[in-house]
C-alpha cells in the first residue's frame, strides 16, 4: 500500500469511493472544487493502481478538520484508516497545526475506537449532524504536539515519537550542591548529527559497547 497526496486522475475513483461509503457523497465537482481551493489536504491510499482509501482535512493556520475518512469495503480491516491518518498527523505536524477535530456518527464504533487510539478526545455532541438517517454526530479533538527541536543545530526532530532513537532528549534536574541552579530543571534535546559531533570532540571517548538489547 502506498499513501500519497490525491491528484486530479483520482477524482473520479475518489468520487466513486464517496458513493460506495456515504449516504450524502462528495460529488466530483465539490471534491475538485475543495482540491483547487488549496485549503484541504487529500491523501489516497492506492493498492496495486486501485485507491483503495482516501481522507482530506480541511487546513486554515493552526487547526485542521477531517472532512472525510473512507476505505473501500474489501480493504477494510487492513489498518488503512489508520494508516492515512496517521500519515495525515504527521503532515499537519509539520505544517504547524496545532488540533485537528473531527465529527463521527454516534453509532460508528469502530471509527470512534481508532480515532481514540491515536489519541482523539471526545469533547462533545452535535446534534442532529447528519442526515440518511439522522444522528447525532460526536465531536473528536486532538492536540497534535509540536516536533522537538535540537536545541543545538536549531532543526525540528521528525521522530515517530518521543521514545524514538532518532535524537536524544535529556532532562537534568538540578540538585542542591549545584552552582547556582539549586532546583533548576532543565530540558534539551539533540538530534543525532549533533549528538555524533559532539561526542567525538569529548577528550575521554564514549564508552562504546555492542549490544543486542533492542
Ligand atoms: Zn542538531
Known sequence: MEIRFMEERD???????????????WSETSLK????????????AEEQ????????????????????????????????GRALLQYMIELA??????????????????AKALYAQLGFQNIGLRKNFYD???????LMQLAVTPNPVC??????IHAESPQSEEYLAV?????????????????????EDCYDRMTAGFLHPVLEEETTEW
Open 151 to 156: 536545541n543545538c543545530c536549531g532543526r525540528e
Open 93 to 110: 505536524r509539520g505544517r504547524g497545526i496545532r488540533v485537528i477535530h473531527l465529527e463521527v456518527r454516534i453509532s460508528n464504533e469502530p
Open 33 to 44: 472544487e475543495s482540491m483547487e481551493s488549496g485549503h484541504t489536504i487529500f491523501l489516497v
Open 171 to 191: 532532562e537534568k534536574q538540578w540538585g542542591y550542591f549545584s552552582k547556582g541552579k539549586d532546583g533548576l530543571r532543565q530540558r534539551f534535546c539533540l538530534c
Open 132 to 138: 440518511r438517517p439522522k444522528e447525532d454526530a460526536c
Open 49 to 80: 493502481g486501485e485507491i483503495a482509501g482516501y481522507m482530506g482535512l480541511y487546513a486554515v493556520l493552526d487547526e485542521g478538520d477531517v472532512t472525510n475518512v473512507a476505505v473501500d469495503s474489501p480493504y477494510r480491516r487492513r489498518g488503512i
Open 11 to 25: 477524482i473520479p475513483s475518489v468520487a466513486a469511493l464517496e458513493q460506495a461509503c456515504f449516504s450524502m457523497p
